[in-house]
C-alpha cells in the first residue's frame, strides 16, 4: 500500500487545493453544499493529477532508472508493476468519471467534465514530447494550475477575479522555471533534454519577473474597487506584506540546497508553513469575521 500511496503522488495533492480558492476568496467557504462540492472536486482532480503521474513514470522508467533520486520511485524500482499501474490507473478514471457524471447532472455544464479530461491530455501530450519543448513544457504546468482554479469556480458556480488568475498564472511560472532552475544546478542539463535549452541566468531573470507580476496581480485584488465591494472592508491590502513574506521564504528555499520542487519545498520548511497558516487566519478573519 506504501508504495501504491507513493506512486500516486499523495503528499502532491496539496496542489489541488486550489480548487478551493474560488469559495474562500468568494466568502462560501462556509457553505456546506459548495464546501461538499469541492472536496470532489477535489478528488477529481487529485485522482486525475494521479494518473498524469503514472503516465509519465510510465513514460520515463528507464530514465528514471538513471536519476539519483528518481531511480527510488516504485516503477523505476520494480516495486510495483507496470501491469499494477495501469490497473491502478483503471481504478482511479472510474471514480472521476462517476463524480464528473454527478457533477453535469446536476450542473448541466459540461465544463465540469471537459476541465479534467483537458487536464489528463494536455499531460498526456507533455509526457509524449511537449515536456521537450523549452517554454512550452513550463506552461503546461502553469496551465494545470489555472486549471484547478478554474474548475473550483465552475463547479460551484462562483466568478473568480481576473486579478486573482493572473496571479496563479505568474505564481505558477515562477514555481515553474524555479523547479527548471534547480533541477539544472543538481542532476546539470543532461537529466532532461529540456534542460539542455535552458541555463540558469534566463531561469532566474524571468522567475522574479514573474514573482514580481504575481505580487502586483495580488496587490491589484486587494485593491480593486470590486473586491473591496463584495468583501466588504478595504483591509485586504494589510496581507501583501505577508504574501511578499511567503514568496521571499520560497525564493531564500530555492536559491538553497532544494530540487526545486514546490510540494518539496513547502513541507520542508516549517517557517514557510507558520508564515502561510498565519496569512490564512490573517485573510480569513478579514472575508469571514469584519
Known amino acids: 500500500m506504501k508504495e501504491v500511496l507513493k506512486l500516486i503522488r499523495v503528499k502532491h495533492w496539496l496542489k489541488n487545493v486550489l480548487v478551493f480558492l474560488p469559495i474562500f476568496f468568494g466568502k462560501k467557504l462556509l457553505n456546506t453544499e459548495c464546501f461538499l462540492t469541492c472536496i470532489f472536486a477535489f478528488v477529481v482532480f487529485s485522482f486525475a493529477s494521479s494518473i498524469v503521474y503514472v503516465l509519465n513514470d510510465l513514460s520515463d522508467i528507464e530514465k528514471d532508472r538513471m536519476h539519483p533520486v528518481k531511480k527510488n520511485r516504485p516503477l523505476a524500482s520494480g516495486a510495483i508493476s507496470k501491469t499494477q499501474a495501469y490497473i491502478i490507473m483503471f481504478v482511479l478514471a472510474i471514480i472521476i468519471s462517476v463524480i464528473m457524471y454527478f457533477f453535469y447532472l446536476h450542473s448541466k455544464n459540461i465544463f465540469v467534465i471537459l476541465i479534467p479530461l483537458i487536464y489528463i491530455l494536455l499531460n498526456i501530450c507533455y509526457s509524449k514530447g511537449l515536456k521537450n519543448m523549452p517554454i512550452i ?76 507580476l504575481a505580487i502586483v496581480s495580488y496587490s491589484l485584488w486587494c485593491v480593486d474597487p470590486s473586491t473591496i465591494s463584495r468583501i466588504g472592508n478595504d483591509y485586504l491590502f494589510w496581507t501583501i506584506p505577508i504574501v511578499m513574506v511567503i514568496l521571499q521564504l520560497y525564493s531564500l528555499d530555492i536559491e538553497g540546497n532544494s530540487y526545486g520542487d514546490p510540494i518539496e519545498v513547502i513541507l520542508s520548511d516549517k517557517k514557510l508553513i507558520i508564515v502561510s497558516i498565519f496569512y490564512i487566519v490573517v485573510i480569513g478573519g478579514l472575508l469571514y469575521v469584519l
Do not use: H, Q, W
Not at 473568480?160 to 524555479?178: A, E, H, R
Open 137 to 212: 513544457d513550463v506552461v503546461i504546468l502553469v496551465s494545470g494550475f489555472v486549471l484547478r482554479v478554474m474548475y473550483g469556480g465552475i463547479v460551484v458556480n462562483v466568478e473568480v477575479s481576473k486579478f486573482l488568475y493572473l496571479m496563479v498564472i505568474f505564481g505558477s511560472f515562477y514555481l515553474g522555471f524555479g523547479k527548471r532552475r534547480n533541477e539544472i544546478l543538481k542532476n546539470g542539463d543532461k537529466s532532461r533534454l529540456v534542460l539542455s535549452y535552458y541555463n540558469k541566468e534566463f531561469l532566474d531573470k524571468n522567475m522574479y519577473v514573474c514573482l514580481a
